[in-house]
């Protein structure tokens, strides 16, 4: 009989212990659902999905898919291409507003933030603010 591996955080791990408890009846549903903070209605739930299924009842569904949310890459490199073309001097939110006018792309101006952030496509904070600073001479002959 070949085994899986089920890969589970330490709190899953402890629901699972938790609701063995409750299957093997050395606590009761309302006493492990104050424990894990839920209610004994979403302990019933879980009690039916380990019963089914094991320790792989009490696992996140959604875990090793891709998220609906996510933007696709070819997408993605359009973005920093027009900014990097059009906006570079721009921050984030007038960025993702010129995207939207001007190119047709809605994105949110924080989505915008992490995908050039992770596609170095914005200058360091050093690099940005020497542009605008206003260099003055050192006033130290004078005083």
Do not use: N
Not at 36 to 50: A, S
Not at 57 to 84: D, M, N, P, Q, T
């Amino acid at each position: 009989m070949a085994k899986d591996i089920i890969a589970m955080s330490l709190r899953e791990i402890d629901r699972f212990r938790i609701v063995q408890g409750v299957i093997q009846r050395d606590l009761t549903q309302i006493k492990a659902a104050e424990i894990l903070g839920i209610t004994d209605r979403h302990i019933r739930r879980l009690v039916r999905r380990v019963r089914e299924e094991g320790a792989r009842g009490i696992v996140h569904r959604s875990r090793g898919r891709a998220s609906l949310h996510r933007i696709l890459k070819e997408l993605e490199e359009r973005i920093i291409g027009v900014v990097e073309e059009r906006y570079t001097g721009c921050g984030p939110t007038l960025a993702s507003e010129k995207l939207l006018e001007r190119d047709g792309i809605r994105i949110s101006k924080e989505k915008l933030r992490q995908i050039l952030m992770t596609s170095h496509a914005r200058r360091s904070l050093t690099q940005y603010a020497s542009l605008h600073m206003i260099h003055l001479p050192s006033l130290q002959g004078w005083l």
